[in-house]
């Protein structure tokens, strides 16, 4: 079952193969690279590209290197991903690359803000397309089956069905993931490579923000004036689902913590980027 509420034609899923030493600075010519991923190493002469690259050259690399790909960036619309938004339009219309696809995961519990930023970002880049993923349990049909608080009695359960099913129902149709992970979010997240092999999505994963501080991350928002969710202007330095994100009295937009996501408990991840 797809649980995809738009973006038709998709392509069928097909095993790629790759190994998951590749990145973006040696690609070896004898590693076995399937054909439907074309990833070779430069010819000679031509530049090369690493992973301290900036976000911005990583992103006109990754776009126009995998143009003939199908990629996905995923969002919550947090404030990484409304940067990555801004960057991969720009390079769109630079190179003049076909509509990206921007996915965000809908659990049924975003704040109005949340809705708001949305719709500010699809008229804003209008060369983005952006699409939902959902779980086709309802909120009544979870509050049924599990009760009426499962984000608080059991969140990881909660998560795992209105994010993570969506996500392995989905993400199998793409060949590059774009992320807005950085490695100074978590200690889960702390030595992320900016591109590598998913093993469990089974696809190629690509975090241009991996190396950004958050610093660097609200210093950009300003800077190109890219919408962002006005409750980090309220002391929401991150922003999730209602039920389980809190503001944090002191905090600010550039604030490097992610407290206030399931507040009192020491969970971090909601299981789309690493196992809960
Ligand atoms: S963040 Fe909370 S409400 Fe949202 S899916 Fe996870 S547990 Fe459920």
Request: hydrophobic fraction near 35%; charge should be neutral; include cysteine.
């Amino acid at each position: 079952m797809n649980y995809q509420t738009s973006n038709t034609n998709q392509p069928e899923p097909t095993s790629p193969i790759l190994d998951k030493t590749a990145s973006l600075v040696t690609v070896p010519t004898e590693l076995p690279v399937g054909p439907l991923l074309q990833i070779k190493p430069p010819a000679t002469g031509e530049p090369g590209i690493g992973a301290a690259a900036s976000p911005m050259e990583l992103i006109d690399w990754g776009l126009e290197k995998f143009s003939d790909q199908p990629i996905v960036l995923t969002t919550s619309f947090g404030m990484e991903g409304c940067v990555l938004m801004d960057m991969c339009s720009k390079t769109i219309a630079a190179k003049q690359l076909g509509k990206l696809k921007v996915a965000c995961i809908d659990t049924g519990f975003f704040f109005p803000e949340t809705k708001q930023l949305r719709q500010k970002l699809i008229d804003r880049y209008p060369n983005l397309d952006f699409i939902t993923w959902e779980t086709p349990v309802s909120i009544e049909q979870q509050r049924h089956t599990y009760g009426d608080m499962l984000w608080k009695n059991n969140p990881n359960m909660c998560c795992n069905i209105r994010k993570v099913q969506p996500m392995r129902e989905n993400i199998v149709h793409y060949r590059l993931w774009i992320t807005a992970l950085r490695r100074t979010q978590t200690k889960e997240r702390s030595d992320i490579p900016v591109l590598g092999w998913d093993w469990r999505y089974e696809l190629l994963k690509f975090c241009p923000l991996a190396t950004w501080t958050r610093g660097d991350v609200w210093a950009y928002i300003q800077q190109h004036n890219v919408p962002f969710n006005q409750l980090h202007l309220q002391n929401y330095p991150s922003v999730s689902c209602f039920h389980c994100t809190r503001a944090v009295p002191g905090s600010s937009p550039d604030s490097e913590i992610r407290k206030g996501r399931w507040a009192g408990s020491d969970k971090e991840e909601c299981g789309l980027h690493f196992s809960i």
